[in-house]
């Protein structure tokens, strides 16, 4: 996990690996290592190298490109609200068996 400053004033944000945590309590499989497609600009990478804010009161998943929202997940003690919609595709590697 990286942290990065995008020179404008202390906007820190940390790169999508903070995410393996909080989404593997949700999937039986690594979400960080899917592939995703922005709905905005149409750039495809790896979850794991999106610039994540979580100075919040959950965490915010941006695309590198343009800056488009691609996730949102938010927790409480006993529920997790997950926004998917910034991606037009996900692609999950999940192991044959």
Same mark, same amino acid.
Request: charged share 15%; glycine share 16%; net charge negative.
């Given at each position: 996990?990286?942290?990065?400053?995008?020179?404008?004033?202390?906007?820190?944000?940390?790169?999508?690996?903070?995410?393996?945590?909080?989404?593997?309590?949700?999937?039986?499989?690594?979400?960080?290592? $899917?592939? @995703?497609?922005? &709905?905005? !600009?149409?750039?495809?990478?790896? %979850?794991?190298?999106?610039? /994540?804010?979580?100075? $919040?009161? @959950?965490?915010? &998943?941006? !695309?590198?490109?343009?800056?488009? %929202?691609?996730?949102?997940? /938010?927790?409480?003690?006993?529920?997790?609200?997950?926004?998917?919609?910034?991606?037009?595709?996900?692609?999950?590697?999940?192991?044959?068996?």
């Amino acid at each position: 996990m990286t942290m990065e400053n995008q020179g404008d004033g202390g906007d820190h944000h940390m790169d999508g690996n903070v995410l393996a945590g909080p989404l593997g309590e949700l999937f039986s499989v690594d979400v960080t290592a $899917a592939t @995703g497609t922005c &709905a905005q !600009c149409g750039r495809t990478g790896p %979850v794991a190298g999106l610039p /994540v804010y979580a100075n $919040a009161p @959950g965490m915010v &998943a941006r !695309c590198p490109g343009c800056d488009n %929202v691609l996730m949102r997940l /938010v927790r409480s003690p006993d529920s997790a609200w997950l926004d998917f919609g910034g991606f037009t595709a996900l692609r999950i590697p999940v192991p044959s068996g």
